[in-house]
């Protein structure tokens, strides 16, 4: 509902409703949180919160701006304290398109000279507007409002001012016939005496608004009973902050130490909260690609890769030379495109040529008769935080990380549907079946592996998986979990990430499959070698 509506709905309800003031968007919500329905932008507050009087020292677009951040903070309306309307009928003509575009319920002004003084200080000595300037001021405002729900509450301070109940009936008459759409009638008296008299005159030609600060002990019920619209809580929240901010100033001040501080002040976490950072996270997942930063790499480059002999004597295959740089370089240089910072290599085979700088290193030492699951378990039991778990002797294309990225599920993984250009040749391939094969058709819908094996009849076959995986920070835990279970096993030692995905996929979990067609490859021989040369 428009705070505009919402305001108008508190101030004409049959019972007696309630504004709590605040001063920032900060105390907004907090009053907010509280269950109040509206919230009152006292000029007492927000003057003080800037430490300045209340005297119209700090200027209009000042408190404009503050209550900006206010409305912004909460869904309740805010009802601001306009003072006098900082100038003529123009000024408040202004002042009230200003309110309306900010999403400002209402504002009340009134009945003093500009610049204004506290009702409670020097009362008597305060000058009261002409009825004539002030009706016109009314006017003005009402005139210039273009939601029809925006409320102005016309405050007359005829008992502040000394002038008794005629003139404030008087006054409140007119202002009532000029267009306002509540009356604020304020006194300074400790009992309720001069508004209860008002309002029982007064009857019920508007709604009659309330400041009980000095009459505070009066029930509530009383004023529910005589009627009245609503009561203004009006500077509570901000001496409530004074009162809190001097005790813990003076006592960091005396202790010079934090201890018995720390658990009389709500944690930062708090803090966080009520600035609405969870909003800003959940948003950062949606819209910022730099979520790769967080997500780190493990690479399992322990093997030798035997089929190229002459080639590995002296380094393990990922660090053959492709195009001038070694192939496991080429790869990382790959992901920190797609924006991954923190790498983890598992290194085996000769394990002493991989050394590159800004790398992590985990070794597995017994490389020579262990498959791909050893060297994860190594490169993953102290990870944490999402992560790329990939081969070391594949090369893609920026955009296949890049895509994984994309999605939110644990597991993500690449797979080329083009498995069948070089199926025949594969000693060893990760071949998959999924519950949806690739078609042009179907790229927007979700697909999900039923099946990782190197021995999957070709009927079943919809693609390779090309050595890629991305698991969220849950997925990496979920791997941790299956590892420390399958690592008592006997056969340990032989099982490769078939094995793994299998065994996700027994336990309930969904891997996520990202279709790609070509833009990737294997080396595991000399063929390999010089396609990879040219990719
Ligand atoms: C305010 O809160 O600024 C008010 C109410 O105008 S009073 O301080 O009582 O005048
Ligand atoms: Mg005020």
Known sequence: MKKTTQLRQLLFSESLEFLCEAHNG?????????????????GLSLSAAMAVRDNNEASWTQILETVEFMSDATSIPVLLDGDTGYGNFNNVRRLVQKLEQRGIGGVCIEDKLFPKTNSFLRGEKQP?????????????????QRDSDFCLVARTEAFIAGWGL?????????????GADAILIHSKLSKPDEVLAFKKEWGRRSPVVIVPTTYYATPMEVFQEAGFSTVIWANMILRSAITAMKAVASQLKRENS??????KIVPVKEVFRL??????EEAERLYLPSVASETKAVILAASRGEVLDALTQERPKAMIPVGGEPLLFRQIRTLQEAGVKDVTVVRGYCKEVIDAPGLRYVDNEIYASSKELV?????IQNLSGPAFIAYGDILYKKYVPTLLLQEEEDFVIAVDSEWERSGNRKRYADYVSCDVPY????????VYLTRMDADLVPATICGEWIGLLRAS???IKIIQKILAELSQQEAFSKMRMAHLFNALRQKGYKARVHYIRGHWLDVDDLTDLVTAHAF
């Open 275 to 280: 600035q609405g950072d969870q909003e800003l």
């Open 375 to 379: 060297s994860l378990w190594k490169g």
């Open 128 to 144: 009261l507007a002409t009825l004539e300037e002030f009706t016109g001021k009314i006017k003005a405002a009402k005139d210039s």
């Open 439 to 446: 078609r042009r058709t179907l790229l927007d819908h979700p």
């Open 258 to 263: 934090l201890l018995s501080v720390e658990d």
């Open 26 to 42: 900060l105390s907004a919500k907090i009053v907010e949180e509280a269950g109040f329905k509206g919230i009152w932008g006292s």
């Open 473 to 475: 920070a849950e997925g």
């Open 166 to 178: 005629f003139e404030a009936l008087r006054r409140a008459d007119a202002y009532h016939r000029a």
